[in-house]
């Protein structure tokens, strides 16, 4: 009996000879085909083929010869969602609410919340910027609104962790996370916009708000 053939991974896509994020949608059959792509894997760098048939849905793949990095695919998205952003130069900012629980000397339970802004859709972003270092961490991107600096973390596969986070808050600026892990790495151009700019899509790593606001919460929940 024969051994089944992987199926090779569909990419969506990929790093044109401009060195920029193109989506295999975005491309003409005629012209683009296979290797005349010019395309390579967003992770790896290895050379792509792009399959533009009517039968199966359009991506990428590694060229025959290439070994497949099995990570093409999610660098991809990331790497097109991230450059959606600098390119439109807008974000959406979810709205942050904190919540203080106080339990009294007789078991009772008292709990205050305090809004500490809303959502913001589609703000205007200026001095948008990639891949930014920062003391300790390099955010995924960097930019400013209205209020000042903004980092933001955009998860395909891998969430803030408690060490990065920890980083973040001894930065001090505001920083929100877009989860993005139940998005299809095949999401169309279209499919990912509306989720990158989905306020339920995206949460507060840090707000400098937050502790001020907290404090203020414990000190009435004192007083009850």
Known sequence: MKAQRMRSEEIHYAIDECRKVVSVLDLNPALHRGLRCRCVCAYCNARLVARLGDERRWHFAHAPGSEECGYGAETGLHLAAKQMIVDECVITLPPHTITCTLIDLGGKTHSLSHPVTEAIPRTKATEVRQEVT??????????????????????????????????????????????????????????????LFDPERASWIHHPDTARHAKSLQSKLQGI
């Open 134 to 195: 920062l003391p300790g961490i390099v955010a995924d991107i960097q930019l400013k609104d209205a209020i000042g600096p903004l980092l933001v973390e955009i998860a395909v596969s891998h969430k803030v962790d408690e060490e990065k986070r920890q980083k973040i808050d001894l930065l001090g600026w505001r920083c929100i996370e877009i989860d993005l892990s139940r998005l299809s790495h095949c999401s169309t151009p279209m499919e990912l916009r509306k989720a």
